[in-house]
């Protein structure tokens, strides 16, 4: 029903910068909540930062002040921009969605909708 395509993932040296862009797909009009995972190497996979329709943004400590997350509900994409990158920032991303409507009479959504992830890789 819903699809979401990640890209910008990559190589960068330690202080440098990349952009994440998810784009979901499908008969959607309208959704609540846009994230960001994270899940280094034998880690759990944690929160980076969420976007509500509304506009409230929140971030997880270790990137605040660092990352900047905004979407354009237009496109129902969600962006993370990333600056001051550190090596502990390498991890596979993952684009969540949540709370999705979509344009149909059937049943909607119950549960969120996961990217396929995209590797980030800071070196020092």
């Known amino acids: 029903q819903v699809q979401l395509v990640e890209s910008g993932g990559g190589l960068v040296q330690a202080g440098g910068s990349l952009r994440l862009s998810c784009a979901a797909s499908?008969?959607?009009?309208?959704?609540?909540?846009m994230a960001w995972y994270r899940q280094a190497p034998g880690k759990a996979r944690e929160l980076v930062a969420t976007a509500t329709s509304g506009g409230t943004t929140n971030y997880a400590d270790s990137v605040k002040g660092r990352f900047t997350i905004s979407r354009d509900n237009a496109k129902n994409t969600v962006y993370l921009q990333m600056n001051s990158l550190k090596p502990d920032d390498t991890a596979v991303y993952y684009c969540?969605?949540?709370?999705?409507?979509?344009?149909?009479?059937?049943?909607?959504?119950?549960?969120?909708?996961w990217g396929q992830g995209t590797q980030v890789t800071v070196s020092s």
């Open positions: 499908g008969s959607i009009f309208s959704i609540n909540v």
């Open positions: 969540n969605v949540d709370g999705v409507v979509l344009r149909t009479w059937g049943p909607q959504p119950q549960s969120p909708y």
